[in-house]
């Protein structure tokens, strides 16, 4: 059975810092890359960042470029994605993804519906 699971979010203040983790299983994990989308209220699913788990190539929304860092313990199967400076507007429910990294080099990485299995989603509250 597939599942990716996706914890770490919580509420912070402004400026602080959350570490996302998604543990995958059920499936080859260096064949994947794993992408992280977030969704706020009445707005659409957006692409914050992805990693290919077979090469480490590694892509980031412009929004979030110099504050996110997103990196892959292949030993572990798990992506983490490490948020820094946040702000209100990084508030969202995070959702991470797998989609076969081979799909991922001729299609844009932010294409949330290329993507093959979802996690179930954790909250990130930022607070001004």
């Known amino acids: 059975e597939v599942q990716l699971q996706a914890s770490g979010g919580g509420l912070v203040q402004a400026g602080g810092s959350l570490r996302l983790s998604c543990a995958a299983s059920g499936f080859t994990f260096d064949d994947y890359a794993i992408g992280w989308f977030r969704q706020a209220p009445g707005k659409e699913r957006e692409g914050v960042s992805c990693i290919s788990s077979s090469d480490g190539s590694t892509y980031y929304a412009d929004s979030v470029k110099g504050r996110f860092t997103i990196s892959s313990d292949n030993a572990k199967n798990t992506v983490y994605l490490q948020m820094n400076s946040l702000k209100p507007e990084d508030t969202a429910v995070y959702y991470c993804?797998?989609?076969?990294?081979?799909?991922?080099?001729?299609?844009?990485?932010?294409?949330?519906?290329?993507?093959?299995?979802w996690g179930q989603g954790t909250q990130v509250t930022v607070s001004s």
């Open positions: 993804a797998a989609v076969s990294f081979r799909k991922v080099m001729v299609v844009p990485w932010k294409e949330w519906y290329e993507y093959d299995y």
